[in-house]
């Protein structure tokens, strides 16, 4: 009795989030429909773009793994984004996966930043040193 409670405590755990759909809920997205058409058959996006002249919605779903006390680790991401020409009629649809780009916390609502990481004291004063010699 000991001995499964122990194993159990080892197995993996599997947490579903996001839209998971169904192989056919894709097939019903046709070019041409409406966004509201879209939204009717699959539900509410995850998130929306503007694209280009026209907009785009991202359903996206992920599938992690978790085993005791280690951190979660995504074993699978799926990401349908559905293109609107600039009418909001339905373009193209693409299925993106983790072999299409890396990971990333979409949850975490932070937005990574290319620029140097300096505190605010710094850029005050690299912007005063700027205007004190004219090189704004």
Do not use: W
Request: glycine content about 10%; hydrophobic content about 35%; proline content about 2%.
């Amino acid at each position: 009795m000991l001995i499964a409670v122990g194993l159990t405590a080892c197995a993996e755990t599997v947490t579903k989030r996001g839209h998971q759909f169904h192989e056919n809920d894709l097939k019903q997205i046709q070019a041409g429909m409406s966004q509201e058409q879209v939204k009717t058959s699959l539900g509410s996006p995850t998130t929306t773009a503007t694209v280009g002249s026209g907009s785009a919605y991202y359903y996206i779903s992920s599938v992690e793994g978790q085993t005791s006390f280690f951190a979660p680790t995504v074993k699978d991401r799926q990401v349908v984004a559905i293109y609107f020409t600039g009418l909001g009629a339905v373009d193209k649809v693409a299925q993106y996966g983790l072999k299409d780009g890396k990971v990333f916390d979409y949850i975490k609502r932070e937005t990574p930043s290319h620029a140097r990481d300096e505190s605010i004291l710094k850029a005050l004063f690299r912007n005063l040193g700027a205007k004190q010699f004219g090189l704004d």
